[in-house]
């Protein structure tokens, strides 16, 4: 897994100039993704960034696509998340690039680790806690994952959010395996955009706390949203499935089950617009 990687010519793009972010209306809202787990959302009240992670290595991994869009390309930044400590998703010198005086979003026990970097606030959440935000509400949601950063750190917690901005609901699912836990978001929350994860499972116990392809487009339907982002693949070789394999499967998956139109793929860097 990690051997190949070491010896594959990085994909993607390297930044280039900076994208033309769409001047907003009430109502809209842009989402581009940066890769991997890494979103910006925008509305016209406000930008949130969400799992920042500019990374090229993390660890013994290496960064196999170019991000989408550099750092300092970004707009002013209002609202930081953080999905849970995993170092794909909590990475702390991208964090320190972006901190600008602005409040940062946790799950439990993640606050000594963003602590010190810049941010005015950070706010620790549990699953179905609300905050609101000038501009956007936020809501800590279940999933079903892990969030120790080390061997010893099991108290740290871990979950997705969904983020209301002006009656539009967008929600970032972090890491998860597939559970029963979706329908309930859907059912409390009703999600209209829904980022999902389709790569890591290859492997022992990934499949536990990571959905493949077709397990995805299962928590897509149980959420009833009306949109489907991939993510969480692509960039980092994190399990032994081909790089390929994942969005190609949930394609097929998508067709048998008569949902291919609402499964959004974007380029990274790219401003989408909804």
Known sequence: MLLPALFSRKRGHRHGPPPIFPKLRKGQICITWIGHASFLIQSHQG????DPNW???LLVVRRLRHAGLAHHHLPSIDLVLITHAHFDHLNRRSLRRIAANQPIVVPSGVGDLVHGLGFEKVYEMKWWERLRFPGAAITFVPAKHWGARKVTDHHRGYGGYVIDMGGR??????DSGYFPGFREIGKKLHPEIALLPIGAYHGPKFGENHMDPEESLRAFEDLKAKVLIPMHFGTYRLSY????EPPQRLMQEATRAGRLADVRFLIEGMPTLF
């Open 47 to 50: 930008n949130i960034l969400v």
């Open 55 to 57: 990374a090229n290595w």
């Open 241 to 244: 499935e081909p790089l390929h």
């Open 169 to 174: 609901t967008i929600y970032h699912a972090g």
